[in-house]
C-alpha cells in the first residue's frame, strides 16, 4: 500500500494555524467533506512554500512564487479556501487516480494523495519542479509522481484520469486535458468565461462529451497555457 500520509518525523509547529485556517476559512466556505478536511489539517502548507511566504502560508490570500528560471513569471497560487473548495467538488474517491496542472511546490498534490489513489502532478517552471520533486521526497508521498512538461499539455501517457485539477485560472485551450479525462471524470479549475467574469467550474464527461458547469464566485490570474490567442483585427 502506498504511503500517503505526512512523515511523523517532521515538527509540526504550525498545527495550530492549520486548526485556524480549518476552522475560520475551510468550513465557512462550505467545506464539509471530512476526508479532505482531516487532509488540510494533516498537510503543513507552509513546507511547500519558499521561506519567505512561511509567515504567511495560512492567509487567505493568493500568494505568488517566484520563479529562479530565466524570464519565468511569478505564479500565483490559489487561496486554500479556493482550492479546498474545488477539490470537493472534484468528489475525490479513493479508488481515483488524479492529475494536477501547475503543481508549484506540490501542496494541492500533497492534499490530494491523501484522498485518491494515485496523483501525477505536471509543472512546467524547471526552478519550481525543483522545489515539487525535492518536497514531495521529503515528505514521503509514494502515489504522487512528479512531471516536467508543458501545463497545456497535460499528462498524456499517464491518461485517463478520474479527476483533473488545474491549480490557477483558465480561459482557453481546455481541449487536451478534456480528452484525458475518463468517462465519468471531472475537471476542475477557477475559468475566465467569454464575458470576462472568472467562475469556479467543473467539466463533467459522459458518453465521449464534456460539460461544465459554475460552482461558485472566484478569480485567479489565467496560467500562460491556457491564455487565448490573441485577436488580430484588420482595418
Known sequence: M???????SISDPSAFSRRTMVDCQIRTFDVTDSALLARMLDVPRERFLPPELEPVAYSDSSL?????????????????LILARLIQSARVLAGDKALVVAAAGGYSAALLAGLAADV????SDPALFEELRVNLDAFGLKNVRALLGPLGA????EAPFDVILVDGGVAANLDPLLAQLKDGGRLVTVQRLADGVCKAVRYDKADGATGYRILFDASAPVLDAFQPAEEFTFS
Open 2 to 8: 502506498q504511503n500517503t500520509s505526512i512523515d511523523p
Open 64 to 80: 505568488q512564487l517566484k520563479s529562479d528560471a530565466p524570464g519565468a513569471k511569478p505564479r500565483s497560487l490559489l487561496p486554500p
Open 154 to 157: 497535460g499528462a498524456p501517457k
Open 120 to 123: 501525477v502532478a505536471v509543472e
